[in-house]
């Protein structure tokens, strides 16, 4: 204990000794600015993926689905409130055992087929489905993104950051998590009244498939690599 409390004393020491010899002009410097825009990238994605659209707004989801009113749907946030936790739980007993890198890609895959999925049966194979299954793969998204992307991409935020960068590197990753939510709010209620629900959600799908290859070619792989290791993996990337 005595030792994990000096290693925190000594790196609170080091971040406020770099605080006087870095600006935020540093974080687009060529060592670190790979890093700043894998943080940043991961933590927007995070957002425009649609999960808040989800979870804001499934009363009236399940309301457009199913043609039920609003006020009968309101077991669904709760519903997805259980799979939240339940992802959550499972996490903490994959975490350790994956690559970063390889449950996001995971997870983002399943999320984009989840939001594509309906949008191909409803729309280009003309079915008759049922207005359930929307339902279905959003709850089977919102299971895979609570045990990646919800919480992985704050241990990505958290880890990747140099020390010297660190503290304005994670607030500007956090401004643009908070910016995405704020846009998806704002905006997925405008989309669907023009367009028809299942396209709305496959737009997410495709931007889903975006952060996957977002993850594979811009973001290093930090599980069991120091601080000093990514930083100098960032370094060599910036001279090629």
């Given at each position: 204990m005595d030792k994990e409390l000096d290693q925190i004393l000594k790196t609170a020491e080091q971040e406020k000794q770099v605080a006087h010899t870095t600006n935020w002009g540093t974080l687009l410097t060529g060592r670190y600015?790979?890093?700043?825009?894998?943080?940043?990238?991961?933590?927007?994605?995070?957002?425009?993926?649609?999960?808040?659209?989800?979870?804001?707004?499934?009363?009236?989801?399940?309301?457009?689905?199913?043609?039920?009113?609003?006020?009968?749907?309101?077991?669904?946030?709760?519903?997805?409130?259980?799979?939240?936790?339940?992802g959550a739980l499972f996490f903490l007993i994959i975490a350790?055992?994956?690559?970063?890198?390889?449950?996001?890609?995971?997870?983002?895959?399943?999320?984009?087929?989840?939001?594509?999925?309906?949008?191909?049966?409803?729309?280009?194979?003309?079915?008759?489905?049922?207005?359930?299954?929307?339902?279905?793969?959003?709850?089977?998204?919102?299971?895979f993104y609570s045990c990646t992307w919800a919480p992985l991409t704050w241990v990505i935020v958290g880890e990747i950051f140099p020390l010297a960068i660190r503290g304005r590197?994670?607030?500007?990753?956090?401004?643009?998590?908070?910016?995405?939510?704020?846009?998806?709010?704002?905006?997925?209620?405008?989309?669907?009244?023009?367009?028809?629900?299942?396209?709305?959600?496959?737009?997410?799908?495709?931007?889903c498939f975006l952060g996957v290859l977002f993850i594979r070619f811009c973001v290093p792989e930090t599980r069991g690599h120091t601080l000093e290791e990514i930083e100098q993996q960032a370094a060599a990337k910036s001279h090629k």
């Open positions: 600015r790979h890093l700043v825009i894998a943080g940043i990238g991961v933590a927007a994605f995070q957002q425009f993926q649609g999960a808040n659209a989800i979870f804001y707004y499934i009363p009236l989801i399940v309301e457009k689905a199913t043609g039920h009113a609003a006020s009968e749907a309101l077991m669904w946030p709760i519903i997805q409130g259980i799979i939240l936790v339940l350790d055992k994956f690559n970063r890198r390889t449950l996001l890609t995971v997870g983002g895959t399943v999320m984009g087929l989840s939001f594509i999925l309906p949008a191909i049966l409803n729309t280009f194979m003309k079915t008759d489905a049922n207005p359930m299954l929307i339902i279905v793969f959003l709850c089977i998204y919102v299971a590197a994670s607030g500007l990753a956090s401004s643009f998590n908070w910016i995405g939510s704020f846009l998806v709010g704002l905006l997925f209620p405008i989309m669907t009244a023009s367009m028809p629900q299942e396209m709305v959600f496959a737009i997410f799908g495709i931007i």
